[in-house]
Structure formats: C-alpha cells, structure tokens
C-alpha cells in the first residue's frame, strides 16, 4: 500500500518535531537517569504536551489516527534521545489502543482523554515467574464475584510498573479452557488487594520502573474488563502484539542508528600518530556493516509495518520478524560502535556504553529472540 505524498510530508513533520524533543528534552536527561534508575517523569511530561501519546488513536477518539509506520519512526525519534523513555511510551501507547479497540464506552470516556495527554500512564501485564514469554502458561486467576473480579496471583518485569495509573493484565478467568479462558482487565494502581514489589536493578533500559506486581485478593469492577471473558489473547494480540511490536522493533532501529551516528563522530575526531582513526579499513569495515544493518533494520520495519497496515489479520507476523531483526541488529551495531570507541567505549562516561545495554535488554523484552524464531519459523511451517 503506497503512502501519498500529503502523508508522506506529515510523517516527516511529527518525526522532525519528535527528533528535536528528543535531542533537546529527552537525550540531556538520558545517562543521569540511567545511573540513578530514576524513572523519566519529566519526559513523559513532555510528550504528553506535544500530544504523541494520541499518535495511533482514531480521530473519533481525540487521537491523529497515524499508522503504524508513523507510530515506528516517532518511536525510533525517541530511542535515539532515550530508550526508556521509548519504551515506556510503547507500553502507554497499546493500553491506549487496547481500550479504543476493545473496552467499553464507559472506559473509553474515563481514561482515553487523560491518557491522550499523558495525564494518566498506562502499562500493561503478561509475564509471570513461571510463563515467561509464554502468555499461555499464565496462572494469575480472575474470579467473578458479583459485580467484581477477585484477582489473585503476580506479574513480573512489568515496564512503568508502580508509576502507572491503569495497568492492562492478561488473567485465567476459565482454569479449564486454556488459552481460550485468559481475559484481559483494566486494573487501576489504588486497586485494593494490589501492591507493588522493589524496581529491578537491570542492566539496562534502567530508567523505565520494572517492578512485580502482586494480586492478594484484588477487588476489580466487572465493567473494567476489556472485550469478552476468554478473549484476552485477542485484545493483547490487536494492541500489544498488533502495534507494541512495532514500538519494539523501532526502539532497537533507534538505539543502532544513535550508536552509528557516535562512532562516525568519533572516527572523525579521534586522532592517532596525527590520523583520525576513520582512515583505517578496519574502522571502515566497522562502520559500513553497523551502517548497512541499521538502515536495512529501518527499511525492513517499514516494509512489516506497510505489509500490517495493509492487512491487519497479518500484524503479529510481521512485529515478529520486524522485532527479531532489528533487536539482533542493534546488538551488533552498539557492539561494534564501542569497539570502534576504543577504551572510551567501555567506559560509562560515553553514552555507546548505554546504548549496548539497552539493546541487550531489546532482545528479552515483548518476547525473546528465541521464541521469536519460533513464531516465524512455525508460520512459515504452517504450524
């Protein structure tokens, strides 16, 4: 499906507009809330005033309705000044789909226009302890009790996890069903019965509140559950599968092209025996293959996203790959890039440092390489 040209130009305008926020709001606050864990409140703020949280939802809504190749290149924007606060913005913006595509009127009306401004933060909730990536092993209960849910059992890993307002959470609502009995709720932070473990100590993507969360006997109302009971896996599948992929492969695409643009900076500038070290085929090497990956990384995203667009029931497909690709791009791209820094590059003064942690962590959040290569090649296998 080719874009026209009006979208095409509106596309370039919010990703420049989005670049500038993140070299001037986002990128000034990135290593010192990386060093200290400090969840970015601040930039979340600024994104909320720049209304980006309303990026992929509907006009009818109070959103632009963008697609997802725009949703892509704004969240690659935001990765280069700052890959947590990228993700937390991924997270934000697929509860906000996920309410516009499946909750109720009623929910619609209370949450989308303060999350659309970011004036209340949304997460969402899937893994646990002993599911791991795999969101059909969950064991977390939902009983209804009259007009409530009883919500008892944990999440872990959980992005924004404390600092959220509303968190959208994958639950066993029928024991006997299987992946046909897990529902999706909207749990509010003040629930009573829910509570909040100690923010993990990550390696990086440090500044983005990963906390568990636990359900002792927690009290939800039955209208806050989104879609029907048993279909939870739709309503994760049409927003964090169906659009949270793609965050999550331009999040990567963002970290690799931010480690690009440093090494060639310091390639430049970096004098050895009166040569800038970019003279040497070695570093040549480097930066062509660590150029070469992120732009085909790029490339590939928007094609997957195109391809989505065109043909929503084939979105999940294309995230996983799109995903996969990128995150194992970023990896090598951020290696080579404090390999071409040197000494420097292995200090946490330079920024490559954060960059090659962050896209360590890009590989194990949404769902792992491995299981990733699983899902393509069991399409591809008709699986």
Known sequence: MEKSSNAIEQQMEIRELVSQIAKE?????????????TFPEEAIRVLGEAGLPGLIISEAYGGVGEVRSTFAAVVQELAK?????????TSHSVVAKAIEIAGSDALREKWLPEMLRCRALGAFAVHERDSGSNSGAIATKAVRNGGSYIVNGSKFFITSGGEADVYLVLVRTDPAKGSQGLSA???EKNAPGLSFGRVEDKMGLRS?????????DCRVPAENLIGAE????????????????YGAAA???GVAKAALEIAVRHAKERVIAGQP??????VQFMISKMMLGSESAEAYLEAC????????????LHGFKAKLFASEMALEVTDKAIQVLGGHGYCRDYVVERLFRDARGLTLHFKTSEWLRQDVARAALGL
Request: aromatic share 8%.
């Open 305 to 316: 996203a195109a391809k989505a667009d065109a043909s929503p029931e084939s979105a999940a």
């Open 81 to 89: 000044g700052c890959a947590s606060t990228a993700l937390i913005y």
């Open 25 to 37: 709001r986002l990128a000034p606050l990135a290593s010192e809330n990386d060093r200290s864990g």
């Open 251 to 253: 999040i990567s695409v």
């Open 277 to 282: 070290i970019g003279t040497h085929h070695a």
């Open 230 to 245: 048993g279909e939870g896996q739709q309503v994760l599948g049409k927003s964090v599968v169906g659009w949270g992929f």
């Open 185 to 187: 709720l909207l749990i």
């Open 208 to 216: 983005t509140s990963s906390r568990e969360m636990f359900f002792s």
